[in-house]
T-cell receptor, first 110, second 115 residues
Framework: SQQGEEDPQALSIQEGENATMNCSYKTSINNLQWYRQNSGRGLVHLILIRSNEREKHSGRLRVTLDTSKKSSSLLITASRAADTASYFCAPLRGGFKTIFGAGTRLFVKA | EPEVTQTPSHQVTQMGQEVILRCVPI?????FYWYRQILGQKVEFLVSFYNNEISEKSEIFDDQFSVERPDGSNFTLKIRSTKLEDSAMYFC?????????????FGPGTRLTVT
């Protein structure tokens, strides 16, 4: 198990702009998941990218993974006010637990 | 799409009382977890459960906590004698066979308020 570190800690953008969040981790992984958490609510699974994938898309989300740099990015295109939330990455390599970082708090202004 | 469900969504209890938080993992999943999040803080791992036994637990998961899979569908977290500091969101998660923690799907959480 290992922890992902999200960057930036906070991001404020206008509706319609793109939002990019980054994740770095320290050792090799099998998969990496991104989650969203609205204030006071549950963790919503957004996307899982495997270590042999470089890019994955889901609707307005685009995730990249660079295992050589031990980093991942989450791009939200054409952001909406409803995208306002905290975003977490979870690098995964076996074991029995996920260690969460502090996340990136995204605020999309209408 | 199958989801992890949790009940109740909000539980209020008095200090010293026992609470049981319930989770229904995704039906073919074999690995089960509990996490908690104190307001304004990170999500913290509590315990993982596989093959009817605890696989790993954190320092938070002391003797006041226990987990059980009483039947083929439910997964419960019991707190024997709640303290004020147990107030938090509690999340259940599950993983499919062969994936272990490499894929994890979370429920919506139970907000526990201890007064």
């Amino acid at each position: 198990s290992q922890q992902g570190e999200e960057d930036p800690q906070a991001l404020s953008i206008q509706e319609g702009e793109n939002a990019t969040m980054n994740c770095s981790y320290k050792t090799s992984i099998n998969n990496l998941q991104w989650y969203r958490q609205n204030s006071g609510r549950g963790l919503v699974h957004l996307i899982l990218i495997r270590s042999n994938e470089r890019e994955k898309h889901s609707g307005r989300l685009r995730v990249t993974l660079d295992t050589s740099k031990k980093s991942s990015s989450l791009l939200i295109t054409a952001s909406r006010a409803a995208d306002t939330a905290s975003y977490f990455c979870a690098p995964l390599r076996g074991g029995f637990k996920t260690i969460f970082g502090a996340g990136t708090r995204l605020f999309v202004k209408a | 799409e199958p989801e992890v469900t949790q009940t109740p969504s909000h539980q209020v209890t008095q200090m010293g009382q026992e609470v049981i938080l319930r989770c229904v993992p995704i039906s073919n999943h074999l690995y089960f977890y509990w996490y908690r999040q104190i307001l304004g803080q990170k999500v913290e791992f509590l315990v993982s459960f596989y093959n009817n036994e605890i696989s790993e637990k954190s320092e938070i998961f002391d003797d006041q906590f226990s987990v059980e899979r009483p039947d083929g569908s439910n997964f419960t977290l019991k707190i024997r004698s709640t303290k004020l500091e147990d107030s938090a969101m509690y999340f259940c998660a599950s993983s499919p066979p062969l994936a272990g923690v490499d894929e994890q799907y979370f429920g919506p959480g139970t907000r526990l308020t201890v007064t």
